[in-house]
C-alpha cells in the first residue's frame, strides 16, 4: 500500500498510480520482465517484485495507459505462467523515479517460484537447429519459458547456486543475457550455453569414451546405435531411459529380456505429431496434448496396422502410448531418426528409475549397450507423466514431469485450514502438502513396498518441506495400518507433536474429485462411486467396489459390491483364476459349474488347482477375506476368458487385456449380461445372474471379444442402476466416478453415457490421477475439514460461555 500523506504531484490530474496484485503461478516464469516490458510499453514508471501473495506491481501513467497495461497482464502473460486473479488498487504519491523498475524480492518473504520441468520452447529449438545460432546442436538449451526446474531444484530461494546448475558458472555472453530485462533469458537459471553449460558423453560398458566416428557427435552417434539395433541408456531431465529402435522386433524383445519387463507396454517417441499419426489415430485433442509444455506420454488407440511396429511393444492392448521430443537432445537424436524408438524407464524391472551417473553404470549394466549421459545432476527423480482422453477431454494417469508440483487451489471454505501433510497410500504413491490456500501434491513417486522407492519418498518429502518452507500442524494417513506410508505417519507425528488424522481410502478418492472441481467445504453430500482393487474400510473389511454419500468430512456407505473371498490373500492380486474360482464358487457353486461346463477351458484349468484346500480355506475364513473389490471382479472375468489366468505381471494387466478385447466389439454388440441389486444396508450388488449367462455364452461358443463387450456393458448397467435408485432416494445431485478401475475407458464412459439422462452433475478425475496416486489430495482436504469442524464448534462453545 502506498504512504497515504504524500501528495498527489501530478499537476495536469492526468498521471495516476495504481497497485496491482497478481495471484497464481507467477513466479519463476518470467513474469517479473514481462510485465516490465508490458510496463514499457506503456511508457509507465514504478515497480515490479515477487512476495510471498505472488507479484506486486506500482506503476504511474496516464489513466488509459494503466488501464491498456491491466488488460495486456492478463491478456499476455509468459508461457508457464497461469493468472487466477489481478487485483488493482488506487495508489497515492508518485513514482520514485520516471523509469520501471524490477526489484529484489522484499526481505524475508518466502519466495518459491518452483514450478514444473516445462519442454522445450519453439524459439528455444529454433535456436538449437539454426547453424548460425551459438546454442547450434546444444542438448541443454533453454529460457524463461522452458527448460528443467523441479528437477535441478534443492533448495529456495530459486537461483542458480540452490539448483545442480551451481556447478557451471555462467560464462560472459549468457550472464548478458542472464541481467538483460529485455532478454528471454533473464533470470532464467539454468541458462547456459556449449560454452560454459553441461556436455554430453557417450560411454560404453566400462565407462570409457566410445570412439565416435568422424563428423558425430555423442547424440548423432547414439542416433546411429539405435538405428542398428542397440539399446542405449539415456539420462533424460527427471531420470534415465533405455531406449531402442521401435521398429525392430528384435531390439525390443532383446530390451524386454533384459529388463525383465515381459508384458508391460513400453511408452514411445516420435519426432512429430505427423510421425505419431503413422502408428495411431491421432485426435486434434491428442494432438494439442502432445505437444503441451508438460509433454506427457499420451495413451492413443492404435491404428489397425500399426504400420510394422512389433505387437511386442503393448501386448494385449489396442492402445499406444507416444510422447514427443521434451528438451533440445530429444529433439535432436529423433531428427537423425525416421522410425519411434521404445523410450522405456532405465532401471530394473519395478525399481525406480536411474538418476545418477554412477547407479546407471552399475544398474543398467546387461540392459544398455552404450549409455548418453550428461554431467547436469537430476536432483528429483520426475518419471514422465501418462495422460489420455476420456470424454473428450485429458485425464492425468500419472502425474510427474511437467505437471508437479503445479499447486491446485483449494475451493472456498478452506482458507483458515491448517498446515496438512497427507501421506497417502502404499501403491503409485505421492503426498500432499497443503498450506496457504494451496495443495500441492507431489510428482508419482511409486510403490512403497519397495525399499528403493521408500528412499525416494523421505527425500521428496525433504526436499518440499524445504521448497515449501512447511512444518505440517496435522499429518494425515490412510487407515490401514499396514502401509509404510501410514506407520511411517505416526512415527512423523510423534516426533513432530503434529495431530495425526486416519482417513478411510475410498472417502479420500472421493475428496481428491470433489476439491480439483473446486467443490466448496459446505457442500450438500454427493454420491461417489470408487471402484479399485483393494482398500481397508471400516471394521477392517476389505473394500474396493463402494457407492458412498459423502462430503469431505465424512461419509456412509450406501452400497457396494458383494464380498467375495481373496482366496489365498494377497496371491489373489496376482493370480486372476483364484478370483474366477472365488466367484464361481461363491454365485453358483464349483460343483454345479464343474458339472454342467465340463468342457469349458477355465473348468480344465481350474480342476488342475487344489479345490478341496481352497474351499476348506473360504469355508473356515482362514487366508481368505472378503472384499469388495471391484478389480478383482474384472480378473475374474479375464481368467474366464483366458486372458493371463495364471499370473499377472504387473497391477491391473488383467483388467486392461480385458478391455482392449471388448473394446474390438464394443460398438458392435449391444448384449448385456444381468445384475442384481440385492437389498439391505448397504445395498449389494450380486454377480450371479452375470456369470451364468458368461458361462452360457462360452459354452455356447460365443466370441470372447463379444463376451467382454457384454461383461463390460452388464457391469455398466448395474453400476449405473444402482446409482440411479440411489441418486433419487437420497436427493443426491451430484455424482464423483473415481479409483483406479475408472481408468477403463469403456467402463468410465459407459457410465456416464448410462447417466446422462439423470441431470446429475457427473465428476471425474481430471487433473489428478483416479488411481492412488491421487489419494494423497483428498486425504488433505478431509483432515482440514474436520479440523476446521471442530475450530468452528469449539468456537461456538467459546462463544455459549461468554
Ligand atoms: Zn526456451
Ligand atoms: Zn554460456
Not at 500419472?398 to 483458515?416: E, H, K, L, Q, V
Not at 495425526?500 to 453430500?525: G, K, M
Not at 449380461?673 to 437389498?679: F, K, M, N
Not at 492412488?772 to 478431509?782: K, R
Request: glycine share 8%; net charge neutral.
Amino acid at each position: 500500500m502506498a504512504s497515504g500523506g504524500e501528495q498527489v504531484l501530478n499537476a495536469g490530474g492526468r498521471e495516476t498510480g495504481a497497485e496491482f496484485r497478481v495471484r497464481g503461478l507467477v513466479q519463476g516464469v518470467g513474469f517479473r520482465p514481462n510485465v516490465w516490458r508490458l510496463a514499457t510499453r506503456f511508457g509507465l514508471a514504478g515497480e515490479v517484485l515477487n512476495d510471498g501473495e505472488g507479484v506486486l506491481i506500482r506503476a504511474w501513467g496516464a489513466p488509459e495507459h494503466l488501464s491498456a497495461f491491466e488488460a495486456a497482464l492478463g491478456r499476455e502473460p509468459p508461457p508457464l505462467a497461469r493468472v487466477e486473479t489481478i487485483e488493482r488498487v488506487a495508489l497515492l504519491g508518485r513514482a520514485r523515479s520516471g523509469e520501471f523498475r524490477i526489484l529484489a524480492s522484499e526481505a524475508g518473504k518466502i519466495e518459491t517460484g518452483i514450478i514444473p520441468d516445462a519442454a522445450t520452447c519453439p524459439e528455444c529449438l529454433a535456436e538449437v537447429l539454426d547453424p548460425a545460432n551459438r546454442r547450434f546442436r546444444y542438448p541443454f538449451a533453454n529460457c524463461t519459458h522452458c527448460g528443467p526446474r523441479l528437477s535441478i531444484v534443492r533448495a529456495i530461494p530459486y537461483d542458480r547456486a540452490t539448483t545442480s546448475m551451481s556447478a557451471f558458472p555462467m560464462c560472459e555472453d549468457c550472464r548478458a543475457e542472464y541481467e538483460n530485462p529485455a532478454d528471454r533469458r533473464f533470470h532464467a537459471e539454468p541458462n547456459a550455453c556449449p560454452v560454459c553449460g553441461p556436455r554430453t558423453r557417450l560411454e560404453d560398458e566400462s565407462g570409457k569414451s566410445f570412439t565416435l566416428e568422424s563428423g558425430e557427435d555423442a547424440v548423432t552417434a547414439a542416433a546411429r546405435l539405435i538405428a542398428c539395433g542397440s539399446i542405449v541408456a539415456i539420462k533424460g531431465i527427471g531420470g534415465f531411459h533405455v531406449a531402442c529402435d521401435a521398429g525392430n522386433a528384435a531390439a525390443v524383445s532383446r530390451l524386454r529380456e533384459r529388463k525383465h519387463r515381459y508384458h508391460k507396454a513400453f511408452a514411445l517417441m516420435a519426432r512429430d505429431v505427423a510421425m505419431v499419426g503413422n502408428f495411431a489415430r491421432v485426435s486434434e485433442a491428442e494432438a494439442a496434448l502432445l505437444q503441451s509444455v508438460a509433454a506427457p506420454i499420451v495413451v492413443i488407440e492404435a491404428a489397425e496396422d500399426r504400420q510394422a511396429l512389433p505387437q511386442a511393444i503393448a501386448p494385449g492392448q489396442s492402445s499406444l502410448g507416444f510422447m514427443l521430443p521434451y528438451t533440445p537432445l530429444h529433439h535432436l537424436l529423433m531428427r537423425d531418426l525416421d522410425r519411434p524408438i521404445v523410450l522405456t524407464s532405465g532401471n530394473r524391472s519395478d525399481e525406480p528409475q536411474c538418476v545418477e551417473n554412477g547407479d546407471a553404470r552399475r544398474r543398467l549394466s546387461g540392459i544398455a549397450d552404450v549409455w548418453l549421459m550428461h554431467d547436469r545432476d537430476i536432483v528429483s527423480r520426475l518419471d514422465d507423466s501418462v495422460a489420455r482422453l476420456v470424454l473428450g477431454a485429458p485425464s492425468i494417469l500419472r502425474r510427474a514431469r511437467g505437471y508437479a508440483p503445479t499447486p491446485i487451489r483449494m475451493p472456498d471454505g478452506f482458507a483458515d485450514a491448517p498446515r496438512v501433510l497427507a501421506l497417502g497410500a502404499e501403491l503409485k504413491s505421492s503426498f500432499c502438502v497443503l498450506s496457504s490456500g494451496q495443495a500441492m501434491l507431489s510428482q508419482h513417486i511409486g510403490d512403497l513396498e519397495d525399499a528403493a522407492t521408500h528412499d525416494d519418498y523421505r527425500a521428496a518429502l525433504r526436499l518440499y518441506h524445504k521448497l515449501f518452507s512447511f512444518t505440517p500442524q496435522v499429518i494425515c494417513v490412510d487407515q490401514h495400518p499396514d502401509y509404510l506410508s501410514t506407520q511411517w505417519g505416526h512415527a512423523l507425528a510423534r516426533e513432530t507433536g503434529a495431530r495425526l488424522v486416519s482417513v478411510q481410502h475410498h472417502h479420500a478418492h472421493i475428496a481428491a474429485v470433489l476439491a480439483e472441481h473446486d467443490v466448496p467445504l459446505r457442500t450438500l453430500p454427493v454420491l461417489g462411486i470408487v471402484l479399485d482393487g483393494i482398500g481397508l474400510g471400516e471394521e477392517g473389511e476389505l473394500w474396493g467396489g463402494e457407492f458412498l454419500l459423502a462430503d469431505y468430512r465424512s461419509f456412509e456407505r450406501l452400497a457396494r459390491f458383494a464380498p467375495v473371498p481373496l482366496v489365498g490373500g494377497a496371491k489373489a492380486m496376482r493370480e486372476p483364476w483364484r478370483n474366477a474360482f472365488a466367484h464361481l464358487e461363491q454365485f453358483i457353486g464349483w460343483e454345479s459349474v464343474a458339472a454342467r461346463y465340463a468342457e469349458l477351458d477355465i473348468v480344465h484349468l481350474l480342476r488342475q488347482k487344489p479345490i478341496p484346500a481352497l474351499v476348506r480355506m473360504i469355508e473356515s475364513g482362514i487366508n481368505a477375506p472378503p472384499a469388495s473389490s471391484a478389480g478383482r471382479l474384472f480378473d475374474a472375468a479375464a481368467a474366464m476368458l483366458g486372458i493371463s489366468p495364471e499370473s499377472t505381471s504387473y497391477e491391473g494387466q488383467a483388467a486392461c487385456e480385458l478391455e482392449a478385447l471388448a473394446a474390438t466389439r464394443f460398438s458392435g454388440d449391444s448384449s448385456s449380461y444381468p445384475t442384481e441389486l440385492a437389498p439391505g444396508a448397504p445395498l449389494t450388488l450380486q454377480w450371479g445372474p452375470l456369470w451364468n449367462a458368461l458361462l452360457e455364452d462360452l459354452a455356447n461358443g460365443v466370441g470372447r471379444a463379444n463376451i467382454a463387450a457384454r461383461f463390460h456393458r452388464g457391469v455398466i448397467s448395474g453400476l449405473t442402476a444402482a446409482t440411479r435408485k440411489l441418486v433419487e432416494s437420497h436427493g443426491v445431485s451430484t455424482v464423483v466416478l473415481s479409483g483406479g478401475v475408472f481408468q477403463n475407458r469403456l467402463l468410465l464412459e459407459g457410465v456416464c453415457a448410462g447417466l446422462a439422462q439423470s441431470r446429475v452433475k457427473v465428476l471425474v478425475p481430471r487433473s489428478v490421477p483416479a488411481n492412488d496416486g491421487g489419494i494423497a489430495l483428498g486425504q488433505a482436504l478431509i483432515a482440514a475439514a474436520r479440523s476446521l469442524t471442530e475450530t468452528s464448534a469449539s468456537l461456538d462453545r467459546d462463544a455459549k460461555r461468554v
